[in-house]
Structure formats: structure tokens, C-alpha cells
């Protein structure tokens, strides 16, 4: 049976960009690079403006230091611990979404090759209003 050819790469970004979960992916400064449009629908946030700010800025106070060793570790080869983090909103209030972080190794990431870390928000509340 012949291989399909691979997709063009653009089909992939088209892909995560209209996805309902909210996909970011951070530099090694934990600063965002890229974020998709779920941003807005999930958190109210713009996603230009969510570029070049910390992951810090979006996290709960209490919940930077658990969120800081996951990170950390997945960046390490540590295996991930999906788990509920407040996240702040546009509107400063605060809503609690599972967080997977993925270590990804890209071929040209925004800041050239390398390993970037890809976080995915999932916002358990909007899917279950979804369902209903």
C-alpha cells in the first residue's frame, strides 16, 4: 500500500489554531511564543498581545510553584502531571483548566531550532456545557 504523501505544515497551524482547546507554546524564559485563537474564547485575552508575556502573568499566585516544577520538569524529560491551574482572565477573574505540558522539539521554532515546551489548556466547564 503506497505512503499518502505528508500534509503541508500550514494544514497543521490551521489545525491548532481552530481548535476549542487553548494550545500555547513557551520559550525556555517560559515567555509565550505562539497561541492560538482558543485564547480569546477561553480566557478573553488577545492572542498578539499574549505574545512575549510570561506564562507567570496568566497563573494564580498560589499555583505558580506547583505549575513552575511541572514546567521545569517536563523541560528536563521529566514526564508530565496533568493537573488544575487558576488561570487568570481577561477580566481578572480567575477559572481553573487542566494544564498538559509536552516537550516539543520543532525544526524552526520561532526562536530557531530547538526544544520549546507546548502547553495545552483544557477548559473542562465549556466542554461540559457543550455536551449538555
Known amino acids: 500500500m503506497p505512503v499518502p504523501p505528508a ?17 500555547l507554546v513557551i520559550d525556555a524564559n517560559a515567555d509565550v511564543v505562539w497561541v492560538n485563537d482558543a485564547v480569546t474564547q477561553t480566557l478573553g485575552h ?7 508575556r510570561s506564562i507567570a502573568d496568566f497563573l494564580h499566585p498560589d ?5 513552575g516544577t ?8 521529566a514526564r508530565p502531571d496533568p493537573g488544575m491551574i487558576r488561570i487568570r482572565l481577561a477580566d481578572g477573574s480567575w477559572r481553573p ?3 498538559n505540558p509536552r516537550n516539543v522539539t520543532l525544526p524552526v521554532p520561532p526562536d530557531g531550532p530547538g526544544t520549546v515546551l507546548a ?12 455536551w449538555r
Request: no cysteine.
Open 7 to 23: 500534509p503541508d505544515p500550514n494544514w497543521f497551524v490551521d489545525a491548532l489554531t481552530q481548535t476549542s482547546d487553548l494550545v
Open 46 to 52: 488577545d492572542p498578539a498581545e499574549s505574545i512575549g
Open 63 to 67: 499555583d505558580l510553584t506547583r505549575a
Open 70 to 77: 511541572n514546567i521545569t520538569g517536563v523541560a528536563a524529560g
Open 97 to 99: 483548566l487542566e494544564v
Open 119 to 130: 502547553v495545552t489548556l483544557r477548559d473542562h466547564q465549556l466542554e461540559d456545557t457543550h
